[in-house]
């Protein structure tokens, strides 16, 4: 009985083995050979026709030591090679594929962190447009922005809270400004401050977010809420950053807002009061735009004069 026990258990052993070998996942931990000789000729073909400018030949041979030899001890520094086979063939997005694969697979290889920066690269080439990629073999055109954002992502979520997702994060929002998605832009740039407050591009970020709120009331609808936004991001950046160069410019951006938030006030009256005939609101409006003088006194003086003649439109309404 032992016997029999003894060789079904060997058998077992023998069928999960070669699947172990042929894993393109996960590498469970110390299941790494100790020695590999196949694994190493594999490799050292390859290296001798990348030499020799034999690409696709050394992409065969990578190809084949990682799925015949997936537990090797050179699985690391072939699945790296063959990103780098990938882009001297021009084929960015299978490139950037291979060093994701080292860097979700080899955590603890040397190359974990030089596959993270190959990807940091690409993805700021593309972001700056001087990575291409070709269409239908002929044209080189800049990557797509949906392929650039998620490799900038990527980059972030493989690389958290150190300078290298820092820095992607940075090149991510700057993209998004680029590509007119103001509002994912702004997100970015607030979740920079909020990540790396210490990093060389918070305050950079701080100030765009509080640009960003500034321009946006002039694109469709003035809106107030976005004007105090950026009140509150220009107020934040001195707060935050009290010895920096721009914190003083940040202050009198504030100040400005507010003047102009005190303007855009006095125009919601004005509209009340001679469009809308909402005397009661117009009124609110003035009053409020009276009592911030100091802020814009030229606001101020206007309102006291439209102040009246609401006041006067609103005693003439009938009592219901």
Same mark, same amino acid.
């Given at each position: 009985?032992? /016997?029999?026990?003894?060789?079904?258990?060997?058998? #077992?052993?023998?069928?999960?083995?070669?699947?172990?070998?042929?894993t393109?996942?996960?590498?469970?931990?110390?299941?790494? @050979?100790?020695?590999?000789p196949?694994?190493d000729?594999?490799?050292?073909?390859?290296?001798?026709?990348?030499?020799?400018?034999?690409?696709?030949?050394?992409?065969?041979?990578?190809?084949e030591?990682?799925?015949?030899?997936?537990?090797a001890?050179?699985?690391?520094q072939?699945? %790296?090679?063959?990103?780098e086979v990938?882009?001297?063939m021009?084929?960015?997005r299978?490139?950037? /594929?291979?060093?994701?694969k080292?860097?979700e697979n %080899?955590q603890?290889?040397?190359l974990?962190?030089?596959a993270?920066?190959?990807?940091?690269? =690409?993805?700021?080439?593309a972001?700056?447009?001087?990575?291409?990629?070709?269409?239908?073999?002929?044209?080189?055109?800049?990557?797509?922005? $949906?392929?650039v954002i998620?490799?900038l992502?990527?980059?972030?979520?493989n690389?958290? %809270?150190?300078?290298?997702? #820092?820095?992607? $994060?940075?090149?991510?929002?700057?993209?998004?400004v680029?590509?007119e998605?103001?509002?994912?832009a702004c997100?970015?740039?607030?979740?920079?401050?909020?990540?790396?407050?210490?990093?060389?591009?918070?305050?950079?970020a701080? =100030?765009?977010?509080?640009?960003?709120?500034?321009a946006?009331?002039?694109r469709?609808?003035?809106?107030?809420?976005?004007?105090?936004?950026?009140q509150?991001?220009y107020e934040?950046?001195?707060l935050?950053?009290?010895?920096?160069?721009d914190?003083?410019?940040?202050?009198?951006?504030a100040?400005?807002?507010?003047?102009?938030l005190?303007?855009?006030?006095?125009?919601?009256?004005r509209?009340?009061l001679?469009?809308?005939?909402?005397?009661?609101s117009?009124?609110f409006?003035?009053?409020s735009?009276?009592?911030q /003088? /100091?802020?814009?006194p030229e606001a101020?003086?206007?309102?006291?004069?439209?102040?009246a @003649?609401?006041?006067?439109? #609103?005693?003439?309404?009938?009592?219901?």
């Amino acid at each position: 009985m032992r /016997k029999v026990l003894l060789l079904q258990l060997c058998a #077992a052993f023998a069928l999960v083995l070669p699947m172990c070998e042929q894993t393109d996942g996960p590498l469970p931990a110390g299941s790494i @050979r100790a020695t590999d000789p196949e694994a190493d000729a594999l490799l050292q073909k390859a290296v001798e026709y990348r030499n020799q400018g034999k690409l696709s030949k050394a992409k065969g041979e990578l190809r084949e030591l990682l799925s015949e030899h997936g537990l090797a001890p050179n699985a690391p520094q072939a699945r %790296y090679m063959l990103g780098e086979v990938y882009e001297r063939m021009n084929d960015p997005r299978e490139a950037f /594929k291979q060093y994701t694969k080292v860097v979700e697979n %080899y955590q603890s290889s040397s190359l974990y962190e030089a596959a993270l920066n190959r990807q940091l690269a =690409m993805a700021t080439s593309a972001a700056n447009e001087t990575l291409k990629t070709k269409v239908m073999g002929l044209w080189d055109v800049p990557m797509e922005s $949906t392929v650039v954002i998620e490799w900038l992502e990527t980059v972030i979520r493989n690389a958290p %809270y150190n300078d290298m997702s #820092a820095t992607a $994060t940075s090149v991510l929002a700057d993209y998004l400004v680029k590509q007119e998605q103001y509002e994912a832009a702004c997100a970015v740039y607030r979740r920079l401050v909020e990540n790396y407050p210490d990093s060389r591009y918070a305050p950079g970020a701080q =100030m765009m977010v509080a640009k960003l709120w500034a321009a946006s009331h002039t694109r469709g609808d003035q809106n107030l809420v976005n004007l105090a936004n950026a009140q509150e991001a220009y107020e934040e950046f001195t707060l935050r950053f009290p010895n920096h160069p721009d914190a003083k410019k940040a202050y009198e951006e504030a100040k400005n807002v507010r003047r102009l938030l005190v303007q855009q006030e006095l125009e919601v009256g004005r509209y009340y009061l001679e469009r809308s005939k909402e005397y009661p609101s117009a009124v609110f409006c003035f009053e409020s735009v009276i009592r911030q /003088k /100091k802020v814009n006194p030229e606001a101020a003086k206007e309102a006291e004069a439209l102040l009246a @003649r609401a006041k006067k439109a #609103a005693a003439a309404i009938p009592a219901s």
